[in-house]
């Protein structure tokens, strides 16, 4: 049974006590025994029973839990630089979008690449990810738009998630964008959603959620309504991406059919925030997204306020949030969502486990939870975020086991 001594501080980001509570403990220790933790605390409580156990050196380091990246576009051909330079010199994305580049310009690249090719590129990502101290990763399909490319995106996710040590959670995001060839006729991609694509990934478990864009470009509240039921009805568990580059009541959308997360909210409404914290639904901010976009951050403090919780996540893909780097995100969230570290902290750890509902399993270093943690070279979680740096993790076991 393991034990890591010499914990300058380890923050627990235990659910209990709001956003803003971490649970630092000072010259701390961990056990665990196999994938679960037995036990954390301060060092000199450390019981008996486990005073002779193998003791890991944590060298001073702080640790926190195993990050959770609760929202990404992993898997996608191509990239998108030819669109950033016209971003930066202030074409706008939806502009881009209209003109079938964006999402669209993707879609052409991912259905042209194969499931190896897409492996293989993924899996690259997956391994820089684990170095920043990630050990979960959700993943959305949505860069196929056809039967065969969606499968093939979520088999992708099913390889990666066998093949690499990192937990792969996967998303059915077939309700993306309407594909071209179904431009002039949008309700029978609906259709195809709706009696095809959602009952063979749900009845082949191909994935535990499904996702819909809400926007002008994109699918309306009524659209989405009639697929997200139909997800439900087939067991799957609801994420939206909302009000991302408009106010849409997607938020509302979100709350009425007890979605899991609500993503993006740049635009979110009054009565949207209201509605989310009378249900529970997870307000996954993406600061990277907001940031190359230029849109204004998500109103984390009116959220918080409310009562919602707020998680924090890249939404790596090719065209609004081309960075993996989820440290990054998270100093965003300090500067520009108005967040604390500690905050922060909480949002890629237990809150992004709550809008994976995973929280009874990750996100939080307690006894009975899964021995995923890593080690950061800093003093505190405020030294952390602001002296950002490259890379400042040094170690990260998953399921108990050292990975990095
Ligand atoms: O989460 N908002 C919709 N989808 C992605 C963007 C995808 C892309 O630009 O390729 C997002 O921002
Ligand atoms: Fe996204």
Known sequence: MPVLTNIGILYTCAYEGGQAEAHPIKNAAIVWEKDKIEWVGRETDLPDQYQHEEAVDAN??????????????????GWRADEYELRSLGRPYIEIAKAGGGILSTVRATRAASEDELVEKSLGHLQEMKKLGITTVECKSGYGLNKDDEIKLLNVYRRLDVMQPLDIISTFLGAHMVPPEYADKRADYITLLIKEMIPYVADNQLAQFCDIFIEETAFTIDEAYTILSNALDYGLMLKLHVDQLSAGGGAELAAELGAVSADHLEYVSEKGILSMANTGVVAVSLPLASFYLRQPAIPARKLIEAGVDVAVSTDFNPGSAPSYHLPYAMTLACTLQHMSPAEVLKGATINAAKALSMHGDIGSLEAGKRADFAIIDAPSVN??????????????????????
């Open 60 to 77: 001073g380091g702080m640790v926190i839990p195993g990050l959770v990246e609760c929202h990404t576009h992993l898997a996608f051909g």
């Open 383 to 404: 030294q952390w975020l602001y002296n950002f740096r490259g890379n400042q993790c040094t170690a990260v076991w998953k399921d108990g086991i050292q990975i990095v």
